[in-house]
């Protein structure tokens, strides 16, 4: 980074954690650089199982003598100054920093990105992830022109951290008479970054789906919660050949999973 970025970054800092900074007022932000189209892994949550995710950080910065650098700020909290939950190998007052590289589209206008590296197993070195971590990040952004001008947006969006979640289906017995009682489990696990393992979800509402024999659209037939350990049981009538699967919409912190339909002959 050039040594008049560096000085604008930490004037960002400054600002995002409540102090003043040489030459800036506290709080101050200028406006001289156009952000737009900031996203985070191609605007997907960011979803993380319990090996390394790397992933993309973006934004297109605009500024009549051109884009020096950019630099991109992932941090929770109520308020800039009092930021919590923290990633990386550089902690600095609880916030997470990525330095962007950046490349020119034109004259006035760069697209400047940053690769990240989450690790959720803290034996690869860094801040491991922890649950704790999971759930909305907001997203501070900083563009320098070359002019030294500067544009810092402390919230400028949000992004989702989520713990990867599974979920198996199996009906029974195969083949099955019509008319006897077909039984339906399955299991709904997320990623434990505490324990590096996949866990049962709780007490999560579950749709069981059905999807007769050559079509192509699944039917919610019900709603199960998933027990203690995460595991999921029912029993249907068994009518005409067919797919059965499970079926989560997610949470904050855990992404929308559905299994993969498992076939029933019924005779």
Request: glycine content about 8%.
């Given at each position: 980074?050039?040594k008049?970025?560096?000085?604008?970054?930490?004037?960002?800092?400054?600002?995002?954690?409540?102090?003043?900074?040489?030459?800036?007022?506290?709080?101050?932000?200028?406006?001289?650089?156009?952000?737009?189209?900031?996203?985070?892994?191609?605007?997907?949550?960011?979803?993380?199982?319990?090996?390394?995710?790397?992933?993309?950080v973006?934004?297109?910065?605009?500024h009549?003598?051109?884009?020096?650098?950019?630099?991109?700020?992932?941090?929770r909290?109520?308020?800039?100054?009092?930021?919590?939950?923290?990633?990386?190998?550089?902690?600095?007052?609880?916030?997470?920093?990525?330095?962007?590289?950046?490349?020119?589209?034109?004259?006035?206008?760069?697209?400047?990105?940053?690769?990240?590296?989450?690790?959720?197993?803290?034996?690869?070195?860094?801040?491991?992830?922890?649950?704790?971590?999971?759930?909305?990040?907001?997203?501070?952004?900083?563009?320098?022109?070359?002019?030294?001008?500067?544009?810092?947006?402390?919230?400028?969006?949000?992004?989702?951290?989520?713990?990867?979640?599974?979920?198996?289906?199996?009906?029974?017995?195969?083949?099955?008479?019509?008319?006897?009682?077909?039984?339906?489990?399955?299991?709904?696990?997320?990623?434990?970054?505490?324990?590096?393992?996949?866990?049962g979800?709780?007490?999560?509402?579950?749709?069981?789906?059905?999807?007769?024999?050559?079509?192509?659209?699944?039917?919610?037939?019900?709603?199960?919660?998933?027990?203690?350990?995460?595991?999921?049981?029912?029993?249907?009538?068994?009518?005409?050949?067919?797919?059965?699967?499970?079926?989560?919409?997610?949470?904050?912190?855990?992404?929308?999973?559905?299994?993969?339909?498992?076939?029933?002959?019924?005779?």
């Amino acid at each position: 980074m050039r040594k008049r970025a560096a000085v604008a970054l930490l004037s960002a800092v400054a600002a995002l954690a409540g102090f003043a900074a040489p030459g800036a007022l506290a709080g101050e932000t200028q406006t001289d650089v156009q952000i737009s189209n900031v996203s985070f892994d191609g605007a997907k949550n960011i979803v993380v199982g319990l090996y390394a995710k790397t992933l993309t950080v973006s934004g297109t910065f605009t500024h009549p003598s051109g884009i020096q650098d950019a630099d991109f700020v992932l941090w929770r909290g109520p308020d800039g100054a009092n930021p919590y939950e923290t990633y990386d190998d550089r902690i600095v007052s609880n916030q997470y920093y990525a330095h962007a590289d950046c490349v020119a589209t034109s004259a006035t206008t760069s697209t400047c990105s940053q690769t990240i590296s989450l690790e959720p197993d803290w034996r690869y070195g860094g801040t491991a992830l922890t649950n704790a971590h999971a759930g909305t990040w907001k997203v501070s952004v900083q563009g320098v022109a070359n002019d030294d001008s500067w544009t810092h947006a402390a919230t400028y969006t949000t992004t989702r951290l989520q713990r990867h979640s599974k979920l198996t289906v199996n009906a029974g017995p195969e083949p099955i008479t019509e008319g006897k009682t077909l039984t339906v489990t399955g299991k709904l696990t997320r990623a434990d970054w505490d324990n590096l393992a996949y866990r049962g979800y709780t007490n999560q509402p579950v749709k069981l789906q059905f999807r007769k024999a050559g079509t192509t659209t699944y039917t919610t037939v019900r709603t199960v919660y998933t027990s203690s350990t995460g595991n999921l049981t029912t029993t249907v009538p068994a009518s005409e050949d067919g797919y059965w699967r499970w079926y989560f919409a997610g949470t904050s912190t855990t992404p929308a999973v559905k299994a993969t339909g498992d076939f029933v002959d019924v005779q």
